[in-house]
């Protein structure tokens, strides 16, 4: 197994992940519009196998906060999904559903509407993968964190630290067209091993 | 001059008086640090499962409790520690995300704990510190001019043990 991202890192599968990371991220930015009743629009995701240790640098490094909501995946395949965005992203997000909620701090009512956002987002990607694969998949539900990415991150790391040293991102950045507002989420998919066999084998791919 | 020396996530390092130690933003992983008082030989890992030998992917030694340890002690008693004064302290293992379910990955920061707790007692070094647990992350810093360890996190204040 110590090559497994040596095998899964080949540009068949890194388009297959994209494309999963295009269609969900579509999905989700289309609910998080119907959500905040604005358009919201999406640049096309980035699909990265990275070391553990340059992680945290994406969100600013290892001790600045950021707020993580995290699923299990259940069905026929199992595994967990994680949302992770900065908490500035998080106050941004909180302010376009509740105009002069994100003020700063978090409160049990911007902590509530971010693990829905979360459970949203993640529902619609998880449900693309459903559709694309055939697979019947469903999330548990959320829970959520707020603190240092590092030790956020370290969850991800270590599931991904029983295949491999890599860990796989989809980085994804919602746009509010009116405001011109944007955040930045990020998608850890983390397939237990025998599954991420599954989801490929579903889609025709032979790793 | 306290010079910091970063230890990142499946690292070790090995450092004499006056350096200092430091590994930002532990999570479930174990901050595992090692002290010879005489020699002033200080070591830090950051391990981020319990057991080499439960995985088939073990390429990393520093990434195991049990291989970073061996690897760690090697490397100490090179820059002069002697394993019979050593003492250890150690920080992290927290649970980051709640769910209700007896999932094992879920617990991971736990099982890291007990394990590194067994192997100290193990090799037989007394642990004279252990803030462990909790569902909050935690940076912490060695110092190997006393061998004391802060610990700062988010929201849960800093201390010195």
């Known amino acids: 197994m110590s090559d497994y991202f040596d095998r899964v890192n080949n540009n068949v599968v890194l388009d297959v992940l994209k494309e999963i990371g295009n269609i969900g991220a579509g999905n989700a930015a289309t609910a998080l519009a119907k959500m905040i009743n604005k358009k919201v629009d999406m640049t096309v995701p980035k699909v990265n196998i990275m070391d553990f240790a340059t992680v945290p640098e994406m969100l600013g490094g290892e001790e600045t906060e950021v707020c993580g909501i995290f699923f299990k995946i259940e069905g026929d395949m199992d595994g967990t999904i994680m949302f992770v965005l900065s908490s500035v992203s998080a106050h941004t997000l909180i302010n ?21 956002i979360g459970n949203i987002l993640s529902g619609s990607y998880i449900s693309s993968l459903s559709m694309l694969t055939g697979l019947n998949i469903q999330i548990s539900i959320p829970s959520l964190a707020v603190d240092m990415a590092g030790a956020i991150l370290s969850v991800p790391a270590i599931q991904f630290g029983l295949i491999g040293d890599k860990i796989l991102i989809i980085e994804n950045d919602f746009i509010e067209e009116m405001g011109g507002e944007s955040v930045q989420g990020y998608f850890f998919l983390i397939p237990d091993i025998d599954s991420y066999e599954i989801m490929f084998k579903s889609l025709g791919i032979e790793i | ?52 030998t439960a995985i088939r992917n073990n390429a990393n030694p520093a990434k195991f409790a049990d291989t970073a340890m061996v690897i760690m002690l090697d490397d100490m008693v090179k820059n002069g520690a002697v394993k019979s004064r050593l003492v250890g302290k150690i920080a992290g293992g927290a649970q980051m995300f709640s769910f209700s379910s007896k999932n094992d990955m879920m617990k991971i920061g736990e099982r890291n ?29 060695f110092d190997s001019d006393n061998g004391a360890l802060l610990i700062k996190t988010i929201g849960h204040g800093i201390k010195e043990l």
């Open chain 1, 96 to 116: 376009l559903l509740m105009p002069g909620m994100g003020t700063g701090e978090f409160d049990d009512f911007s902590l509530s509407a971010l693990q829905e």
């Open chain 2, 113 to 141: 704990a007990e394990a590194v707790r067994s192997l100290l007692r193990e090799f037989k070094i007394p642990l004279k510190a252990d803030d462990t647990g909790g569902n909050f992350g935690r940076t912490i810093e």
């Open chain 2, 1 to 52: 001059m306290r010079s910091l020396i970063k230890v990142g996530m499946a690292d070790l390092k090995v450092t004499k008086n006056p350096g200092v130690l430091t590994t930002l933003g532990l999570g479930s992983c174990i901050g595992i640090c090692l002290y010879d008082p005489i020699s002033k030989v200080a070591g830090m890992a950051h391990i981020m499962l319990p057991d080499s």
